[in-house]
């Protein structure tokens, strides 16, 4: 809805589009009710998004591309910042990594990854949390979960390799049909050419040596091979640059996976767990 707290509250992107739209707009000579009918939109609609008091919409961009953008994407590219700027704040910068990857190592220790979650187990994670969302903000949240699996098939493919903790695979998130179906759905991503699922299993310590005890993380190499570290906890992150720490995280990845199953091993075991013969 639009409001005056929004102009006070608009985002960077939110104000550059409104600032090119506007230019744009003049430049064709339109005004906001011809641009409103170029676009399917209320001139009253044109005006929210020039002033940011209603900022442009996904749907919108795309509009205000193919009226205005003339082949710059211009839009296109804000439709991108845009999405990234819903996240939570701590969450901003990794994304726009996480997107451009060549390669993920990740480790799951309390819930299952978000970019393996399926949008059930998605929605009862963020709508169960502390402190409550409202409605409209939990379903922004969860759609912008499942629109970050678009990386399993982004060309070129990156590797991703996720080590999941197996306490997590038996924490019932949602309900049972709703881990049921998450169980299966982990199951079906192991399959894919390029990614690597392993399960490091509750007895991993038993013999004295455990390399898990400091918690989740995200390794990521960049496409300029940088290899850098992403760490979240309690609605607070660390993204690590230094190579000499990033290295110390790399070794300790390296000792949980191989205090994990194998990959069929840690198939098996999801199958099972999901109640699907091995």
Avoid at 105 to 134: C, D, K, M, W
Avoid at 186 to 200: I, K, Q, Y
Avoid at 204 to 213: D, F, L, N, Q
């Amino acid at each position: 809805m639009a409001s005056a707290e929004n102009k006070e509250t608009a985002s960077p992107m939110a104000l550059m589009v409104a600032e090119v739209a506007r230019t744009l707009r003049i430049q064709r000579g339109w005004t906001q009710e011809q641009l409103g009918l170029e676009l399917g939109y209320s001139a009253a609609a044109v005006s929210a998004m020039e002033t940011c008091a209603q900022p442009a919409s996904d749907a919108m961009l795309v509009e205000l591309e193919r009226a205005l953008g003339n082949g710059t994407t211009v839009f296109e590219t804000a439709r991108r910042y845009m999405r990234m700027e819903k996240y939570p704040q701590q969450f901003q910068d990794y994304a726009l990594l996480e997107q451009a990857a060549l390669s993920l190592q990740l480790f799951a220790t309390n819930v299952v990854h978000g970019l393996f979650q399926t949008e059930a187990y998605a929605r009862a994670l963020i709508g169960g949390g502390y402190p409550p969302l409202s409605e409209q903000r939990v379903e922004e949240l969860v759609q912008l979960r499942m629109e970050r699996t678009v990386l399993f098939d982004r060309d070129p493919l990156p590797m991703i390799e996720i080590i999941i903790d197996e306490a997590v695979l038996r924490r019932v998130i949602g309900g049972e049909e709703v881990m049921r179906e998450q169980l299966i759905h982990l199951v079906e991503c192991a399959r894919r050419r390029n990614v690597t699922l392993l399960v490091l299993p509750l007895d991993a310590g038993k013999y004295g040596e455990y390399a898990a005890g400091h918690g989740e993380m995200n390794l990521v190499e960049t496409p300029a091979h940088e290899h850098l570290v992403y760490l979240e906890a309690q609605d607070e992150s660390l993204l690590i640059s230094a190579p000499a720490k990033a290295s110390t995280y790399a070794r300790r990845y390296a000792m949980i996976r191989a205090q994990a199953l194998g990959p069929r091993e840690s198939l098996d075991l999801i199958k099972r767990l999901a109640g699907v013969a091995v």
